[in-house]
Nanobody
């Protein structure tokens, strides 16, 4: 079974930078498409960025030009700068297997608070 462990959240000042990490274990990383989602209270989780096994990356419009997703060995990273107040939320790591019927997995999430 796949395990995803996020780290790097916390309190960040608006205009600052953020680096989140998500380490996976249990399934070979090359078989996983990875993504970061954000959720704020009262809303559904929304895609922030994704990184597929073929190198394709996708970014939400709200973070275009400010975010970079990367993957290395068994970890996916999300870097963002400059941060905006609306970037606050719980960031979840997401993985899906490259299969006709993918298995999907979520991390527990890491809280990001942006102060003015």
């Amino acid at each position: 079974q796949l395990k995803l462990v996020e780290s790097g959240g916390g309190l960040v000042q608006a205009g600052g930078s953020l680096r989140l990490s998500c380490r996976s274990s249990g399934i070979h990383f090359s078989f996983l498409n990875m993504a970061w989602y954000r959720q704020v209270p009262g809303s559904q989780r929304e895609l922030v960025a994704s990184a597929a096994t073929d190198g394709t990356t996708i970014y939400a419009e709200v973070v275009q030009g400010r975010a970079a997703i990367s993957r290395n060995e068994n970890t996916v990273y999300l870097e963002m700068a400059p941060l905006k107040l609306q970037d606050a939320g719980v960031y979840y790591c997401y993985a899906s297997t490259i299969a006709r019927t993918p298995d999907t997995f979520w991390g527990r999430g890491t809280q990001v608070t942006v102060s003015s």
